[in-house]
Nanobody, 123 residues
Framework: QVQLVESGGGLVQAGGSLRLSCAAS????????VGWFRQAPGKEREFVAA???????IYTDPVKGRFTISRDNAKNTVYLQMDSLKPEDTAVYYC?????????????????WGQGTQVTVSS
């Protein structure tokens, strides 16, 4: 069974940076799509970024130019570098993986999920 574990969340001031990590066990990120989602209090879970098995990346508009998704297949780890953070980025961030290579935006397309890591950005 594939398990995903996120780390790297925390409290940061507006304008600061954090790097989230997602490590996989029981499986590999090679050739599969991996995504990051987030859920703020009282809101639905939303797509943030994803990386296809072939290395293509996509981002939701509010984070374009500020967030970067990357992967280290040797370490079986995916990262989300978050720069120029804003208070509206405050949420629980989830890592998710598909069994397929194609990127999709909607959460129901993802087969495996981490437990989430809290990111809080103070103004």
């Amino acid at each position: 069974q594939v398990q995903l574990v996120e780390s790297g969340g925390g409290l940061v001031q507006a304008g600061g940076s954090l790097r989230l990590s997602c490590a996989a066990s029981g499986g590999t990120f090679n050739n599969v799509a991996v995504g990051w989602f987030r859920q703020a209090p009282g809101k639905e879970r939303e797509f943030v970024a994803a990386s296809s098995g072939g290395g293509r990346t996509i981002y939701t508009d509010p984070v374009k130019g500020r967030f970067t998704i990357s992967r280290d297949n040797a370490k079986n780890t995916v990262y989300l570098q978050m720069d120029s953070l804003k208070p509206e980025d405050t949420a629980v961030y989830y890592c998710a993986a598909r069994r397929y290579s194609t990127i999709l935006y909607y959460s129901s397309a993802y087969d495996y999920w981490g437990q989430g890591t809290q990111v809080t950005v103070s103004s």
